[in-house]
């Protein structure tokens, strides 16, 4: 059974830091490119950044370039996203997501449960 489980949302001030994590199982880790999606209260669904299957490509868009970070861990089975200088903006609840390929084409397959970030002073 594939499972994602993301783990790190908490409360930050503007202008922090912070790391999310995302534990997956089920699958190999190192076949499936996989996302961080988010979204904010009362409104859409937004991508934060993408992630191909060897880590070797990394996808953002303008709002988090320069500011995100996404990564594999391979031998945790593990995505994790770092964003810096939050805002408001960024709050919202983080959902780990799995691509149904090894590059960012043809749909997000699994999606975890997700985890909030709030970001106040």
């Known amino acids: 059974e594939v499972q994602l489980v993301e783990s790190g949302g908490t409360l930050v001030q503007p202008g922090g830091s912070l790391t999310l994590s995302c534990a997956t199982s089920?699958?190999?880790?190192?076949?499936?490119?996989m996302n961080w999606v988010r979204q904010a209260p009362g409104k859409g669904l937004e991508w934060v950044s993408g992630?191909?299957?060897?880590?070797?490509?990394?996808y953002y868009p303008e709002s988090m370039k320069g500011r995100a970070t996404i990564s594999k861990d391979f031998a945790k089975n593990t995505l994790t996203l770092q964003i810096h200088k939050l805002t408001t903006d960024d709050t919202a609840v983080y959902y780990c997501?799995?691509?149904?390929?090894?590059?960012?084409?043809?749909?997000?397959?699994?999606w975890g449960k997700g985890t909030l970030i709030t970001v106040s002073s």
């Open positions: 992630i191909c299957w060897n880590g070797g490509c990394t």
């Open positions: 089920g699958f190999i880790f190192g076949n499936y490119a």
């Open positions: 997501t799995r691509m149904m390929t090894d590059y960012l084409i043809g749909g997000m397959d699994y």
